[in-house]
C-alpha cells in the first residue's frame, strides 16, 4: 500500500504544482501585457506633461517647485520635438518600473510555489492515507482469514462510496464463502458417515453371520445382506459422482424433449410403483424441450419420481406433470414441516432418518434432492418445493423460458 500512497501523493502534487505553474504563468502574461501602459499612464496623471521642456539638443528641463530647482537629465535626448521627448521619457520610466514589478513577481512566485510544493506533498501524503486507509483493512482483514474465523466480517464504518462498496462486497463474498465452506465439511462429514455405516455393516455381517462354520442357509442369507449393501454404497458412490459432476458448468448442450424423457423414466418406474402399491400418474400438458445435458436430465426426473415412491404411503400416488415452463411431480405420503422442506435439498437431508425408515432400502442416502437441485443449477433452472396439507410434497423444476423456447422452436 505504501507504493500506491507514494504514487498518489505524487500524482496530487504534480497536479497541484501545475495548476500553481499555469496560474503564475497566466498572472504573468497577464501583467505582461497592461503593465506598461497602467504604469505610463499613472506617471502621466502625476507629472503632467506641461511640467517637462527641452532647450535645443539638450535633455528636457523638469521645473517643479515641488522637486526643488531645475535639474537637468542624466542622459541627453537628441531631439527639437518637445512633445517626443515627454513621450520617450514616461515609456522609459513605464520599462523600467514594469521590469522591476515583474522581476518582484517572479522572485516571490518562485518562493511562493516552493513553499507550497512542500505543502502539497504533506497535503497529498496525508489525503492519500486517509483514502487507502479502507485498503488496508480490507488487506489485513483478508490475510487474517482462515477456516476457523470465515464468520468474521469487515464491517467497515465510512461514508458510501466505492470503498464502503468494495468493503460491502468483499462481506457478501465472504458469506457465500463460509456458506460454502459449511456445506462442504458438512457433506464430507456426511458422507464419510455413510460410507462408514456401510462397511461396518459389512464387517459385522462377516463376523458374527459367517463365523463358526454357519448352516448354508445363513450363509445365503448374509450372501444376500452384503450384496444388498455393497448395493447401497455403490450407489451412494455412483450420487457423489453425479453431484460433482452437476455441481460443475456443463460439458456439452443438446435439444433434450422433457416430455419423451419423462415418460421413459416413468414407465422404468411402474413396478417399484406396483411393488408398493403407489399410483403413478403422468400427464404431459405441452411438449417441453430445452438445452442440456440429457443424461443429468434423465437422472432429474428419475430422483423426484423415486423420491415421491420412496417416501409414500401404501394407497399413495404420484403425479408427474410435463408443461411449457418445466416438470412438476406431486406425491402423498407423510405430512412434511413447512421449515424442513428447504433443508430436504441438503445433502444427505431425508424426510425420515434412517432409524425410523420400515426398510432399510426404502430411502436413498439423502442425496436425490440435492442432484436435482444440482443439475438444475447447471441448467440454469429453478427449483421449488412445497409441503401438501394432506402430506408429501409437490416439488417443480422451472426451465429459463428463453432456453425452453428456443430449444422448442428448434
Same mark, same amino acid.
Given at each position: 500500500?505504501?507504493? @500506491?500512497?507514494?504514487?498518489?501523493?505524487?500524482?496530487?502534487?504534480?497536479?497541484?504544482?501545475?495548476?500553481?505553474?499555469?496560474?503564475?504563468?497566466?498572472?504573468?502574461?497577464?501583467?505582461?501585457?497592461?503593465?506598461?501602459?497602467?504604469?505610463?499612464?499613472?506617471?502621466?496623471?502625476?507629472?503632467?506633461?506641461? /511640467?517637462?521642456?527641452?532647450?535645443?539638443?539638450?535633455?528636457?528641463?523638469?521645473?517643479?517647485?515641488?522637486?526643488?530647482?531645475?535639474?537637468?537629465?542624466?542622459?541627453?535626448?537628441?531631439?527639437?520635438?518637445?512633445?517626443?521627448?515627454?513621450?520617450?521619457?514616461?515609456?522609459?520610466?513605464?520599462?523600467?518600473?514594469?521590469?522591476?514589478?515583474?522581476?518582484?513577481?517572479?522572485?516571490?512566485?518562485?518562493?511562493?510555489?516552493?513553499?507550497?510544493?512542500?505543502?502539497?506533498?504533506?497535503?497529498?501524503?496525508?489525503?492519500?492515507?486517509?483514502?487507502?486507509?479502507?485498503?488496508?483493512?480490507?488487506?489485513?482483514?483478508?490475510?487474517?482469514?482462515?477456516?476457523?474465523?470465515?464468520?468474521?466480517?469487515?464491517?467497515?464504518?465510512?461514508?458510501?462510496?466505492?470503498?464502503?462498496?468494495?468493503?460491502?462486497?468483499?462481506?457478501?463474498?465472504?458469506?457465500?464463502?463460509?456458506?460454502?465452506?459449511?456445506?462442504?465439511?458438512?457433506?464430507? !462429514?456426511?458422507?464419510?458417515?455413510?460410507?462408514?455405516?456401510?462397511?461396518?455393516?459389512?464387517?459385522?455381517?462377516?463376523?458374527?453371520?459367517?463365523?463358526?462354520?454357519?448352516?448354508?442357509?445363513?450363509?445365503?442369507?448374509?450372501?444376500?445382506?452384503?450384496?444388498?449393501?455393497?448395493?447401497?454404497? @455403490?450407489?451412494?458412490?455412483? /450420487?457423489?459422482?453425479?453431484?460433482?459432476?452437476?455441481?460443475?458448468?456443463?460439458?456439452?448442450?443438446?435439444?433434450?424433449?422433457?416430455?419423451?424423457?419423462?415418460?421413459?423414466?416413468?414407465?422404468?418406474?411402474?413396478?417399484?410403483?406396483?411393488?408398493?402399491?403407489?399410483?403413478?400418474?403422468?400427464?404431459? !400438458?405441452?411438449?417441453? /424441450?430445452?438445452?442440456?445435458?440429457?443424461?443429468?436430465?434423465?437422472?432429474?426426473?428419475?430422483?423426484?419420481?423415486?423420491?415421491?415412491?420412496?417416501?409414500?404411503?401404501?394407497?399413495?400416488?404420484?403425479?408427474?406433470?410435463?408443461?411449457?415452463?418445466?416438470?412438476?411431480?406431486?406425491?402423498?405420503?407423510?405430512?412434511?414441516?413447512?421449515?424442513?422442506?428447504?433443508?430436504?435439498?441438503?445433502?444427505?437431508?431425508?424426510?425420515?432418518?434412517?432409524?425410523?425408515?420400515?426398510?432399510? /432400502?426404502?430411502?436413498?442416502?439423502?442425496?436425490?434432492?440435492?442432484?436435482?437441485?444440482?443439475?438444475?443449477? !447447471?441448467?440454469?433452472?429453478?427449483?421449488?418445493?412445497?409441503?401438501?396439507?394432506?402430506?408429501?410434497?409437490?416439488?417443480?423444476?422451472?426451465?429459463?423460458?428463453?432456453?425452453?423456447?428456443?430449444?422448442?422452436?428448434?
Amino acid at each position: 500500500m505504501n507504493s @500506491e500512497r507514494a504514487r498518489l501523493t505524487a500524482l496530487y502534487t504534480g497536479l497541484l504544482v501545475l495548476a500553481g505553474v499555469l496560474l503564475t504563468t497566466l498572472v504573468y502574461v497577464l501583467l505582461q501585457q497592461s503593465l506598461d501602459s497602467r504604469i505610463g499612464t499613472a506617471v502621466t496623471q502625476v507629472i503632467p506633461a506641461n /511640467s517637462y521642456h527641452t532647450t535645443g539638443p539638450t535633455a528636457p528641463q523638469r521645473n517643479d517647485a515641488a522637486f526643488g530647482p531645475t535639474r537637468p537629465m542624466k542622459q541627453p535626448m537628441k531631439t527639437n520635438k518637445p512633445g517626443k521627448a515627454v513621450s520617450l521619457q514616461v515609456k522609459q520610466v513605464s520599462d523600467a518600473a514594469g521590469d522591476a514589478a515583474l522581476s518582484r513577481l517572479l522572485t516571490v512566485s518562485g518562493a511562493s510555489l516552493a513553499a507550497f510544493t512542500i505543502l502539497s506533498a504533506a497535503l497529498a501524503w496525508w489525503m492519500a492515507g486517509r483514502v487507502l486507509r479502507p485498503v488496508g483493512v480490507i488487506t489485513a482483514k483478508a490475510r487474517q482469514l482462515s477456516a476457523e474465523n470465515l464468520h468474521e466480517r469487515l464491517a467497515l464504518e465510512s461514508p458510501g462510496g466505492e470503498l464502503k462498496e468494495l468493503a460491502d462486497t468483499f462481506d457478501e463474498m465472504l458469506d457465500r464463502i463460509e456458506h460454502l465452506v459449511a456445506a462442504r465439511q458438512r457433506f464430507a !462429514a456426511n458422507a464419510a458417515h455413510e460410507l462408514r455405516t456401510s462397511v461396518a455393516v459389512q464387517r459385522a455381517a462377516a463376523e458374527i453371520g459367517l463365523a463358526d462354520d454357519p448352516p448354508p442357509e445363513k450363509v445365503a442369507r448374509m450372501r444376500s445382506k452384503l450384496i444388498e449393501n455393497a448395493d447401497g454404497s @455403490e450407489r451412494l458412490i455412483e /450420487s457423489l459422482l453425479l453431484l460433482a459432476v452437476s455441481d460443475r458448468q456443463l460439458q456439452r448442450r443438446e435439444h433434450v424433449a422433457m416430455h419423451d424423457i419423462t415418460a421413459r423414466c416413468t414407465d422404468g418406474l411402474r413396478d417399484e410403483a406396483a411393488r408398493r402399491s403407489i399410483a403413478l400418474h403422468v400427464e404431459t !400438458a405441452e411438449p417441453l /424441450s430445452v438445452e442440456g445435458d440429457p443424461v443429468l436430465l434423465e437422472h432429474t426426473v428419475h430422483n423426484l419420481v423415486s423420491n415421491g415412491l420412496r417416501y409414500n404411503h401404501p394407497g399413495g400416488s404420484v403425479r408427474v406433470r410435463v408443461d411449457a415452463d418445466g416438470v412438476e411431480v406431486a406425491n402423498t405420503g407423510p405430512v412434511v414441516p413447512c421449515e424442513d422442506v428447504p433443508r430436504l435439498f441438503e445433502p444427505f437431508r431425508r424426510a425420515r432418518e434412517r432409524g425410523h425408515r420400515r426398510d432399510p /432400502s426404502d430411502g436413498g442416502a439423502g442425496l436425490g434432492l440435492s442432484i436435482v437441485a444440482s443439475i438444475a443449477r !447447471a441448467h440454469d433452472a429453478t427449483t421449488h418445493a412445497t409441503a401438501n396439507p394432506d402430506g408429501g410434497l409437490t416439488i417443480r423444476v422451472r426451465f429459463h423460458p428463453t432456453a425452453a423456447q428456443s430449444a422448442t422452436a428448434a
